[in-house]
């Protein structure tokens, strides 16, 4: 038998309790998925030792990352496979899917205790925005652009728990 750290122990139990409320509330096979990639991500390094709240967001944020690249990666197959191939999602359903994560990541930003510049900035990156789209767009340097991003990403995090 494995053991486990308790700080992965807890970890684990947040993850689980939040794998029952979306269940129950009927959130996205996204979430659902982002949850399940985060505890297999969690039991890979049963030792870990931590804050376990920190450690569920840390897992979280890993997991969204590696699930959209996912999603992106069948949207270019479905792209340049043109739907001939057997088993490939047509082009439009996989972009409805990732138009319909934009909109729920859109909510969840709403729903947060941010700052309204912050809100903006991460509404800009969910529309595939960049910091040079971004600094054109608010007529700031690139530096300044990429600054306004890092703070935004911060705050996101600290919230997102």
Excluded: W
Aim: proline share 3%; hydrophobic share 35%.
């Amino acid at each position: 038998m494995c053991q486990m750290s308790p700080s992965v122990i807890d970890a684990y139990q947040l993850l689980m309790g939040m794998h029952d409320r979306a269940t129950k509330s009927g959130k996205s096979s996204y979430h659902l998925d982002r949850i399940e990639q985060a505890m297999d991500y969690l039991l890979n390094k049963p030792l870990k030792v931590g804050d376990p709240q920190k450690m569920v967001r840390d897992l979280m944020g890993g997991a969204g990352t590696k699930l959209r690249g996912r999603i992106q990666s069948t949207q270019r197959i479905a792209e340049f496979a043109e739907n001939s191939v057997p088993g490939i999602l047509p082009a439009e359903t996989i972009n409805q899917e990732f138009d319909y994560l934009r909109i729920e990541f859109e909510d969840i930003v709403s729903r947060l205790d941010l700052s309204e510049k912050f809100r903006r900035v991460l509404l800009h990156l969910s529309e595939e925005g960049n910091a040079k789209t971004l600094s054109d767009r608010t007529r700031v340097s690139l530096k300044t652009a990429r600054k306004d991003i890092s703070n935004a990403r911060r705050a996101y995090k600290e919230s997102e728990i």
